[in-house]
């Protein structure tokens, strides 16, 4: 008897310690200064595309877009009022969709180039998705069912929740604020400018193409690229699929990539998405890359931005 009451101590304590833990990081947890910028970055891009009463044209993604679309070259061209509303890969292919949502009215056409990490993703909650939505976007918490909410609360651990307080220490503050990417350097449409007259930065040789699952269907990413597609021809938003930008598949990742790729277009074609382009378009030598694999600096971002304006105006698209 003594020994059940004290296993039934234990499990109550046990329970509203982590009760309480969850508690304090839902309403105490400090926002992490890594969040600023996407906070930032996405009040520019949400306050330009809510400024336009007319049709518009939106990219999004992850920071294949930020850094890689030139939507002012193409808004000179189309004569459409165009927006780039690609900030970060690691928010998720749910959250960068449920935000892209806010942004669309009927009569606007939505381009998404996503990157293959995210059309792979099977809906792990990353640090980045956890610290943004936890202080900057409890909103959309609050449309998550319970157990994805307790997952990225408890996300969180005592380590990282301890480190975020270290950058509370002004000196540590000022040299993260120091470091990073900043929403300073965009330009009215949500394009990034920091990559003008930069080349060659990144040096890897290797995109690292993890072979894919026999059922692509089986990635939470694709699903949700799918049902985005739906949902925009129910809302009367165009919808069109552009491959992301990227360093040139090397030796190593070609059948890879090539098995990834035929069973994705067959996939595509079956749930009536367009796709705007080729793969082929889409990857771009060393010279053209900025500081990741996915990002271009201003000479690459002119090419690709040309090769979306190009296959608009040779399928006739009228958006």
């Known amino acids: 008897m003594v020994y059940k009451t004290f296993v039934l101590k234990t499990l109550v304590s046990l329970f509203l310690f982590i009760l309480l833990y969850g508690l304090i990081v839902y309403f105490l947890y400090e926002r992490p200064i890594s969040t600023n910028w996407i906070e930032q970055c996405y009040k520019i891009k949400d306050d330009k595309a809510r400024s336009i009463q007319t049709s518009k044209i939106v990219f999004t993604a992850g920071s294949n877009v930020l850094m890689g ?98 950058t509370k220490i002004p000196t540590i503050k000022r040299k993260l604020l120091k470091s990073g990417y900043s929403a300073n350097t965009l330009n009215s449409n949500g394009d990034e400018t920091d990559n003008i007259n930069k ?19 089986e990635y939470r990413g694709l699903r949700s690229i799918i049902e985005f597609s739906k949902w925009c021809k129910t809302n009367g938003v165009q919808f069109y699929f552009q491959y992301p930008n990227m360093l040139q598949i090397g030796r190593s990742d070609q059948k890879n990539y090539s098995d990834f790729q035929k069973q994705f277009e067959k996939i595509l074609l079956s749930n009536d998405i367009q796709v705007l382009g080729t793969p082929e378009d889409s990857f771009f030598k060393r010279k053209y890359l900025y500081d990741t694999k996915y990002h271009l600096n201003q000479d690459g971002m002119s090419i690709r931005s040309q090769r979306f304006i190009d296959s608009i105006l040779d399928l006739g698209i009228k958006l």
């Not at 998720?92 to 998404?112: A, E, H, N, S, W």
């Not at 939505?133 to 990282?160: A, H, R």
């Not at 080349?199 to 995109?207: E, M, Q, V």
Request: glycine content about 6%; cysteine-free.
């Open 69 to 166: 679309i030139n939507t002012e070259q193409i808004e000179k061209v189309l004569k459409i009022p165009t927006v780039n509303h690609g900030v970060h890969f690691l928010l998720g292919t749910d959250y960068i969709i449920y935000r892209t949502k806010q942004i669309l009215k009927r009569g606007d056409t939505v381009v998404m180039p996503m990157e293959y990490a995210n059309i792979t993703w099977d809906g792990q909650v990353t640090d980045t998705l956890a610290g943004y939505i936890l202080t900057n976007d409890k909103n959309y918490l609050s449309t998550l069912s319970l157990l994805k909410q307790m997952m990225i609360i408890y996300s969180i651990t005592p380590g990282k929740f301890y480190k975020v307080l270290l």
């Open 199 to 217: 080349k060659g930065i990144y040096k890897s040789r290797s995109t690292g193409f993890s072979k894919p699952k026999d059922d692509l269907l």
